[in-house]
């Protein structure tokens, strides 16, 4: 069985939007002074000078008030903050233990801690197969694993927050936790207090974690690294009904999901696309998995019908389950981690295809897999060791920043797929999603062929009769139109030679890296 991953770069041609800045409006406060008593008896030369004097105020006045505010006194601060900043330290401690739990909740999920009070929090992961974390302001524990526990020392609390597990997708199903700060009022005192406030920069449970999703822009003139390689090798002469023997590992990989741009991927075997299986209708697969990351995951093979409980159950760190299927059915299946949430699963990386060719599929010349998915990022990272897990907030929102074949942006622009005149070709075609449509088209080129969901549509240039409808001659197509967990296959001849776009006919994700380059030479 042969895995569809290999070493490379291409050229992103798109930009997206940048974030916005707000202004900070700064209370002001001015000191009125007495005015002096006007002279009962004007003389010419009083006059003189009053009028002067109002004009001026008049001028200096207009020019105070079209000043904008956020420009004075910028170093006073607002009334909030200088409350908060009043609250002295108490000396005394308040400790909590916090369970994370396996339904995706904090339990207690809300606190109180009196108004100065340095908040310790124990955290006790009770979930049988999923790390956690708790994160407060500034402050957060490592990741824990099932049945353990870690602490975190949240500082001097001045003013009530929220705390939230930050993996991927578990603050959005409910991991978050009131921090209630209570008796403030007693607690305040003119003086500034202690300057190690880890609570100052966490006052938002719907902060900074929270903020409008924002597309992270291209890298210019960047090359990939790497390439996953799309080619779907022959299966050997057929001989009868094949055991297959696949293991995949779940591995937590920081990689290049876009030129100069890199994600912390949940993967199957370390790339960003899992490993293309490959059999015809008879052969049975045995899978085994093994859970090499630091959160509980899980497999689901479409190709298979199977009772899911045993098989796609979520295992924890470093354990392991057999999953056996047969295939008994013709298609591009997809297979993906179906641990919750499972749009976070799988738009990290947790996705990948099975072949199971058709009893009467003809040979082709060259047959090649693409696998549409979305990636959302959380940081634009330039370098690996910067790369960070993916934004589920985006997911929610339905922001992707990068739509891709195969795990990677636009890298068939830099690692053409080369054809030469009059091959045909199979392009079998999965969308992955989890959320996006895909209509697969090649620019330039007609698909005489078309196949979906377990049957032909076209088939050589004729399609098929619909009851008492004839089959027509000379036909073809534009389009093979997925929606997400769909698949199927095209086949087409480039007659000249040249450079071929193959896209998502949905122009805005096509511009965010969903394209390839067929370059057909002699």
């Not at 002279?39 to 002067?52: D, H, I, K, R, Y």
């Not at 001045?158 to 199903?173: F, I, K, L, P």
């Not at 207090?193 to 999703?213: E, K, L």
């Not at 937590?252 to 490993?275: C, D, I, K, M």
Request: aromatic share 6%; with cysteine.
């Amino acid at each position: 069985m042969e895995p569809m991953n290999t070493p490379h770069n291409a050229e992103n041609s798109f930009a997206h939007g940048t974030s916005a800045q707000s202004d900070e409006k700064v209370a002001t406060s001015r000191n009125e002074q007495k005015k002096p008593s006007i002279p009962s008896v004007w003389t010419q030369t009083g006059a003189m000078w009053a009028t002067l004097a109002i004009l001026c105020a008049v001028v200096f006045g207009l020019v105070f008030e079209t000043t904008p505010r956020a420009s004075v006194n910028l170093a006073t601060p607002s009334s909030g903050e200088s409350q908060n900043a009043n609250i002295l330290p108490t000396g005394e401690t308040t400790e909590v233990e916090v369970q994370a739990r396996a339904d995706m909740t904090f339990s207690p999920n809300r606190i109180e801690v009196p108004a100065g009070n340095e908040l310790i929090v124990t955290l006790v992961n009770t979930d049988p197969v999923s790390g956690h974390d708790l994160v407060i302001g500034d402050s957060a524990t490592p990741r824990v694993q099932p049945g353990k526990s870690a602490q975190l020392n949240a500082g001097v609390m001045r003013e009530s927050t929220m705390g939230h597990c930050s993996v991927a997708g578990h603050e959005q199903m409910g991991m978050t936790l009131e921090i209630v700060v209570t008796s403030a009022s007693s607690a305040k005192n003119e003086s500034m207090g202690d300057s190690h406030d880890h609570s100052s920069t966490a006052n938002s449970a719907s902060g900074a974690h929270h903020a409008m999703p924002v597309n992270i822009a291209d890298v210019s003139g960047a090359k990939l690294s790497h390439h996953i390689d799309p080619m779907l090798k022959p299966l050997e002469p057929n001989t009868g009904s094949q055991t297959r023997k696949v293991t995949l590992r779940v591995q937590e990989v920081n990689l290049e999901v876009s030129p100069g741009l890199y994600q912390r991927r949940w993967t199957f075997n370390g790339e960003s696309v899992a490993p293309t299986l490959h059999g015809r209708v008879g052969d049975t697969f045995v899978v085994t998995l093994i859970n090499d990351g630091s959160m509980g995951h899980s497999i689901d093979f479409h190709a298979g019908a199977v009772a899911p409980d045993q098989p796609m159950r979520t295992i924890k760190p470093g354990e392991s389950l057999e999953y056996v299927f047969k295939a008994e059915r013709a298609g591009i299946w997809m297979y993906h981690c179906s641990t919750m949430p499972m749009s976070t699963h799988i738009a990290a990386g947790m996705h990948g295809a099975v072949v199971i060719e058709p009893p009467d599929l003809e040979p082709v010349d060259a047959s090649y897999v693409l696998v549409q998915s979305e990636v959302y990022l959380a940081n634009a990272a330039h370098n690996a060791e910067s790369a960070k897990e993916l934004d589920a907030q985006k997911i929610l929102a339905g922001t992707p920043d990068r739509v891709v074949f195969n795990g990677i942006s636009d890298q068939y622009l830099q690692y053409p797929i080369q054809v030469k005149p009059n091959q045909r070709v199979r392009f079998w075609v999965l969308n992955a999603g989890p959320d996006q449509n895909l209509a697969f088209h090649v620019v330039g080129g007609q698909f005489d062929t078309t196949w979906t969901e377990g049957a032909y549509l076209i088939h050589r240039g004729v399609a098929s009769s619909v009851g008492s409808v004839p089959a027509l001659h000379d036909v073809g197509a534009q389009v093979l139109p997925l929606q997400p967990a769909q698949g199927g296959f095209v086949e087409l001849t480039f007659a000249q030679t040249g450079h071929y776009k193959a896209v998502n006919h949905v122009m805005s994700v096509a511009e965010r890296g969903a394209r390839v380059t067929i370059e057909v030479q002699d």
